[in-house]
């Protein structure tokens, strides 16, 4: 063989597990380096996850920024993510290693399309899911995320709340606090919303004896048949509640069943899509790779900044919001 298809060979080998712990080893340590935290939500690719120092759900994540020591946040998840660890950490840099990792539920609503609920619903606190931009959080009473919106919404004086973006997560909350008059907004994320009760059912159908964990992201349907409602990071909790089930039925974006597979390996996880995933898989989460988090931290790319006037409100907004204990 020459030389150069040599070469080309062995740039396309797998690689051993020894040369995928030296990569993920590698890019810790440039991170020690530099003074950077990663931190990585559980939706991202497994590898991610895996040279992360911190993985977690969305209200973990905000926390774990808020408290870091580190100068710099290298942020593995979606741009809304990213924005709200800069604006509670303003004088740090925070890093979004690929900038196309978007979220199709925080562009469902815009500060103009808020202004116009509010124009219709003006006696209402603004209760703003984070999965949102810092100009929509800026305009909001309080922002909440799937482990503390009901207690959120619990916990403000107002009788009346108007809930953005997310419908099925504002309606799912409505249920929960049926002495307030909850007005949700007409948003969804698309990979949520995609699932039926009926496909869950299907998947059910052939594990008779699992459990259904479901995201509260998901249509009423499916919450009205899963055991379990809550958030990314308290479904790893909730598989501990069922010490004799064998096999749970996860109705959330797949990335979470790397996070499940580590924790309970004993236990089999069947994303509830019946499609081994494939409808359950967010193309955003899954956009930084291990190469990604490294050019972050070579070049220092690609930081997220927040403008002043957008950046006191949003912060107002989410500093309210961690005050409130989660819920789930
Ligand atoms: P968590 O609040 O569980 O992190 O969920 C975030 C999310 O974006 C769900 O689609």
């Known amino acids: 063989m020459s030389t150069q298809l040599v070469n080309f060979a062995a740039a396309f080998a797998p690689l051993t597990d020894a040369d995928r712990l030296a990569r993920m080893q590698e890019i810790r340590d440039l991170a020690r380096q530099q003074n950077a935290i990663i931190l990585a939500h559980n939706y991202q690719i497994p590898e991610v996850q895996d040279i992360a120092d911190f993985v977690g759900d969305s209200l973990g994540l905000s926390l774990e920024a808020q408290k870091t020591a580190a100068e710099t946040i290298i942020f593995c998840g979606v741009h809304f993510m990213a924005e709200s660890a800069k604006v509670l950490n303003p004088e740090k840099r925070v890093l979004l290693p690929n900038l196309s990792a978007g979220c199709s539920l925080a562009d469902s609503i815009t500060p103009e399309s808020l202004e116009e609920w509010q124009r219709r619903y003006p006696d209402h606190a603004v209760v703003t899911y984070v999965n949102s931009t810092a100009e929509v959080k800026a305009l909001s009473d309080i922002c909440c995320t799937s482990a503390n919106a009901v207690s959120i919404v619990r916990s403000l004086p107002n009788d009346k709340i108007l809930f953005t973006p997310d419908r099925n997560l504002g309606n799912w909350v409505k249920k929960q606090v049926p002495e307030k008059e909850v007005v949700v907004y007409d948003g969804a994320c698309p990979i949520h919303d ?16 699992s459990v259904v964990i479901a995201h509260p992201e998901c249509r009423e349907d499916i919450l009205a048949i899963a055991d379990e409602i809550c958030s990314t990071t308290a479904m790893l909790g909730r598989v501990a ?61 690609f930081e997220v900044e927040v403008e002043g006037d957008v950046m006191a409100g949003a912060r107002r907004a989410l500093e309210r919001m961690l005050a409130v204990p989660r819920d789930n």
């Not at 995609?194 to 052939?206: D, Y």
């Not at 069922?242 to 096999?247: A, G, H, M």
């Not at 924790?263 to 494939?278: H, L, N, Q, S, T």
């Open 241 to 301: 509640k069922y010490p004799d089930v064998k096999t749970f039925i996860v109705a959330t974006e797949n990335g979470i069943i790397h996070q499940m597979k580590k924790r309970y390996p004993d236990k089999e996880f069947v994303v509830a899509d019946g499609c081994i995933g494939c409808r359950l898989n967010c193309p955003y989460m899954k956009m930084i790779t291990p190469w990604d988090i490294k050019r972050s931290l070579l070049e220092g790319v």
């Open 194 to 209: 995609v699932l039926r009760g009926a496909n869950v059912e299907k998947t059910r159908s052939a594990f008779p004896d």
